[in-house]
């Protein structure tokens, strides 16, 4: 796959070299110590009439002090860089290994781990989601009951946001909500501004500082100069905007998820450094500050490798969150189509994959008699109708270049000689996409095709090449390649790109989206569902090029850019109309409408496949592609609390005190711990399963009186029985619990692994889907 960011802009660029040579100037107090975050778990405010002001500052004072067992009275204050003192208990300080060690084994200490780092999930490249084709929303659509999310608070932990975008104009809004508490933080920035859309902005970069040393002026904003913090947030919650595109491709009204939503950004990720962009103690500081805020949800389009859900950040500010009743939505990753590669696991936590959607951008390349569709979003084709000389970039390498550097296209890699005035065509893989293309212009080329590889199959990607190119699949890659060998003098052509409405197969999972199974808790089934993660469109940074490398100086207002940062803020926002819909509902009940009302076939009525275009699988889209429309009526919720994702994790061998710690307030382990597969949660996995074993769920009904008949689809060779096949309900909030039976069909002993299925239940409107994944003991 291609590396998961592009490289940075001009303006980051110079922002770079200033911070570095300040590096020179003055080097940190705490050189020989590492960033570390001390989770203390929730403030526990009591009953009391202290101030909030009053408690943030005894709170700081008690970090102190515990910090100051271990180091020096004078060095304390020094050593802290963030006091967390509002929903997150805990401080960020400079620490050797061995005084981390020493405070993890204090009482009150819920766990000691390293100022860790993240990325965003971008690939670097707009559903419409319920509006009709020519932008007008029609008169019965449930968004209009659902009033667009209208003062539903969305929060977008990011890198940042441009405030100027069309996408957060406040014309036609109300007064701000009067629970937001936030602030526009725009200390040292004068130009950023907030409004009655855009409600509030704040930066966190001292984890950030810890790693790369003293920042400038410069780094002290929220404004985003890097377009994904934009693309975002404008995805979840931008307001309308007509006659949205990028060169003229996919024009149309815009609009997020939520579009009448009011908006904040929390930056919390800035130019990537050792790999990482977003670090922990950052991270922790704006979920205490969102939290406090006001927010309803909370949109977090990136994640790092899985770890223990006390030593990560965004699992335990999510924790938090959710605990208040914000909704928290991240995205699964990019490692994909690898198997165990998701990330941001926790249950609480709603995870997204990324799929396709039925827009298209195509770009033909003509050659021989053959005229293959790719997709791209050049500005321009080729001129004229004239064939022009091909050459496969294996075939132009630099002397000095190797062969492997050549088939990629990496900069400086081919001979101009060779290059000047032809087409060619390079493999997908390792650089940016949009790179290679410079790579073929610096050399004096006049257009470029890629081909994809083995990996990434039927998935391409509309790019703004800096040249007339194409992207093509991987078989179609091979008939070129072939045409090529074989051919003495080849010529072919790039065609301009247009729009295209209605492409099928789709939607199909992108190659690049991360997969299951989950590898912290195998039994909890990882993404939750997938989203349009392809080609989005969506509004953009002022400051940066459409591809983000330094040398592209074009602007847009709006850009295509794919990955799951892409499908993340589509959840977000239908996250938020779920929330003015239903403002009564939990974070996990909004999770199990969104999941248990998502698509499994694509609009062929086949089932889903992969980019291979093979069958995809739960690991690949969890509950399946996003319906919001029928999300706004699932007829039962699978619903939980904070007492169950505790009695969670109880099962898996936190202690009591620890968890009480955690929750800021008293709580016992149950005498009869929780087994993981019982989690109320709108999927079923299991992934060891011996002979035989049962499952139990409660469904809460949040529609009209009726009665839900079971229907299963079992898992090849597994017999699966439910238990009662019906559910009756008279009332909306009457709950009722069954049981699923698993077990290993008699003589069914070939193949190992998982196998896939699932249970619906149905009153013959409301159809309430749970995908079923199971794996044999001892199988591989």
């Not at 450094?273 to 205490?288: H, K, M, P, Q, R």
């Not at 899985?306 to 950040?313: E, H, K, T, W």
Request: proline share 6%; aromatic share 10%; charged share 20%.
């Amino acid at each position: 796959m291609e590396i998961a960011r592009r490289s940075s802009a001009p303006l980051l660029l110079l922002l770079l070299l200033a911070f570095l040579y300040s590096l020179l100037l003055q080097r940190p107090v705490f050189a020989a110590r590492k960033a570390y975050v001390v989770y203390l778990g929730e403030h526990s405010r009591g009953s009391g009439s202290v101030s909030s002001w009053e408690a943030s500052k005894r709170a700081t004072e008690s970090h102190y002090e515990l910090l100051g067992s271990v180091l020096e009275e004078e060095k304390v204050q020094d050593a802290i860089f963030y006091s967390y003192t509002h929903n997150v208990n805990g401080f960020a300080a400079y620490l050797e290994e061995q005084e981390a060690l020493k405070i993890s084994t204090y009482p009150g200490v819920v766990s000691v781990f390293p100022n860790r780092g993240y990325k965003l999930h971008t690939t670097r490249s707009w559903e419409f989601l319920g509006l009709e084709r020519d932008g007008r929303v029609p008169k019965q659509s449930p968004w209009r009951k659902a009033r667009f999310g209208e003062d539903t608070i969305i929060a977008n932990l990011d890198s940042g946001v441009w405030p100027e975008a069309q996408s957060f104009k406040d014309d036609g809004l109300g007064p701000i909500p009067s629970k937001w508490k936030g602030i526009c933080q725009n200390d040292f920035d004068e130009s950023f501004s907030c409004n009655r859309k855009l409600i509030g902005a704040r930066y966190f970069n001292k984890g950030y500082e810890a790693l790369v040393g003293p920042l400038n002026a410069t780094f002290k904003s929220p404004r985003d100069y890097d377009g994904h913090g934009t693309h975002t947030l404008s995805t979840a919650g931008g307001g309308f905007v007509p006659s949205a595109n990028i060169f003229g491709y996919g024009n149309g009204t815009a609009k997020g998820g939520s579009p009448r939503a009011r908006v904040a950004a929390y930056k919390v990720c800035w130019p990537q450094v050792n790999g990482s962009e977003c670090f922990d103690a950052d991270i922790l500081a704006a979920f205490d500050a969102a939290i406090r805020d006001g927010v309803d949800v909370i949109s977090v389009s990136l994640g790092g490798d899985p770890v223990g859900y006390f030593q990560d950040g965004l699992a335990i500010g999510s924790f938090h969150a959710v605990k208040k009743g914000i909704t928290v939505v991240s995205s699964a990753g990019n490692s994909g189509p690898k198997l165990a590669t998701v990330s941001n696991l926790s249950p609480w936590m709603f995870t997204v994959g990324a799929s396709t959607m039925d827009r298209q951008f195509p770009s033909f390349i003509v050659f021989d008699d053959k005229r293959i569709k790719g997709e791209s979003l050049s500005p321009k084709g080729l001129p004229g109708k004239r064939l022009y000389p091909l050459i496969s970039s294996a075939e132009a390498k630099l002397v000095n270049a190797s062969a492997r550097q050549a088939r990629l296209c990496y900069l400086g890699s081919l001979d101009r000689s060779k290059v000047k005035g032809k087409i060619v065509v390079c493999l997908r893989g390792i650089t940016a996409r949009v790179e290679k293309g410079e790579a073929v212009h610096q050399a004096g080329g006049i257009g470029m095709v890629l081909a994809n590889d083995v990996d990434d199959g039927n998935e391409i990607v509309a790019d703004a090449h800096v040249l007339p190119a194409t992207h093509i699949t991987y078989s179609d890659g091979l008939t070129l390649f072939s045409y090529l060998r074989s051919t003495k003098s080849p010529l072919g052509h790039v065609t301009r790109p247009k729009t295209k409405l209605g492409a099928k197969p789709a939607p199909f999972m992108a190659a690049f989206s991360s997969k299951g199974p989950n590898t912290i808790t195998p039994e909890i089934l990882k993404p939750d569902v997938t989203a349009p993660g392809v080609s989005v469109l969506a509004a953009y940074s002022g400051a940066v090029g459409p591809t983000g490398l330094v040398f592209d100086g074009r602007r847009v207002a709006f850009n295509a850019e794919s990955g799951t940062s892409m499908s993340c803020p589509h959840i977000s926002g239908v996250a938020g109309l779920l929330k003015t819909l239903h403002p009564d509902w939990s974070p996990a009940a909004i999770k199990s409408a969104i999941m248990t009302t998502a698509r499994t076939r694509d609009n062929m009525k086949e089932p889903m496949l992969n980019s291979s275009f093979n069958e995809a699988t739960p690991f690949g889209y969890g509950s399946g592609h996003v319906r919001p429309n029928r999300a706004m009526d699932p007829g039962l919720v699978y619903d939980m609390t904070t007492t169950d994702y505790l009695g969670f994790l109880c099962s898996l061998g936190y202690t009591t005190a620890q968890l009480a710690m955690f929750n800021g307030e008293p709580y016992a382990c149950p005498s009869t711990p929780l087994h993981i597969s019982d989690l109320n949660y709108p999927s079923i996995t299991i992934p060891d399963l011996q002979s035989s074993t049962k499952v139990a769920r409660v469904v809460k009904n949040v529609g009209p009186p009726g009665t839900y008949a079971v229907r299963v689809v079992e898992p090849r060779g597994v017999s699966v029985t439910v238990s009662p096949a019906s559910l009756t309900f008279e009332k909306v909030g009457e709950e009722k619990r069954f049981q699923v039976t698993v077990g290993i069909k008699e003589g069914k002993t070939d193949g190992g692994g998982y196998v896939f299925g699932g249970l619906v239940w149905s009153d013959g409107k409301h159809d309430v889907r749970s995908p079923l994944v199971v794996k044999r003991s001892g199988s591989s």
